[in-house]
């Protein structure tokens, strides 16, 4: 027995698809778009539907860009430095380090992590177009900058495999506690990796 009518039904099922939406989320969501002025859901219906068709993948690192734009703004950007090539998982981790204002390097977005449980392999990611941009030259660094995660150091750890015989520096991203952070709170593995990567203060 259907409590609500099917529209909303319909909505909060669809909402609840999306990553992070449970159902009581989802059920608020969808209410507050029902009680929204007409004006902002049809921004948001036209949002939805221009997500897809007016946007692209950057031809040189695989980035987000407009649908029909080669180079994305990093890519295109003449004063970034092309000696350094940070590789992410996806195009949020590329907004999480421009936020920093700390990298002016270029970027490569491996659009995933390996996953053998998943069938990811290395033909699904963009590992060959980043070998290739390491061949041609472009890059003396290469900083591996996958999540902390299984899936994230498997790859990291393939990519340096495959990086490292091209006669091309190969950092990872280094791991610790977080500012601000008690060392009561943080977890066994977070403190193995701060102590590894402890630095000289002398």
């Known amino acids: 027995m259907r409590i609500l009518p099917a529209p909303i039904q319909d909505l909060i099922g669809a909402l609840e698809r999306l990553p992070g939406i449970g159902p009581k989320s989802a059920s608020r969501l969808a209410f507050f778009i029902l009680r ?13 539907e221009k997500i897809k068709s007016s946007t692209g993948t950057c031809s040189l690192c695989y980035h987000i860009t407009l649908a029909g734009q080669e180079l994305c703004e990093v890519c295109a950007d003449p004063t970034r430095k092309d000696g350094t090539i940070c590789v992410v998982e996806d195009a949020m981790d590329v907004l999480a ?20 449980i998943e069938g990811v392999g290395p033909d699904d990611l963009t590992v060959r177009p980043l070998l290739e941009r390491v061949r041609s030259g472009e ?58 990567g402890r630095q000289d203060m002398s």
Do not use: W
């Open 139 to 196: 890059a003396r660094e290469i900083i591996l900058a996958t999540n902390p995660s299984m899936e994230g150091d498997a790859t990291a750890l393939y990519l340096r495999q495959q990086l490292l015989p091209l006669g091309v520096r190969v950092t990872r991203l280094a791991r610790g506690l977080p500012a601000g952070g008690d060392l009561e709170y943080a977890d066994a593995h977070t403190l193995l990796r701060a102590l590894s």
């Open 36 to 48: 929204s002025p007409q004006e902002m859901v049809d921004q948001l219906v036209s949002a939805l």
């Open 97 to 116: 380090l421009e936020r920093t204002g700390g990298f002016m390097g270029r970027y490569h977005v491996l659009q995933g992590v390996l996953s053998p």
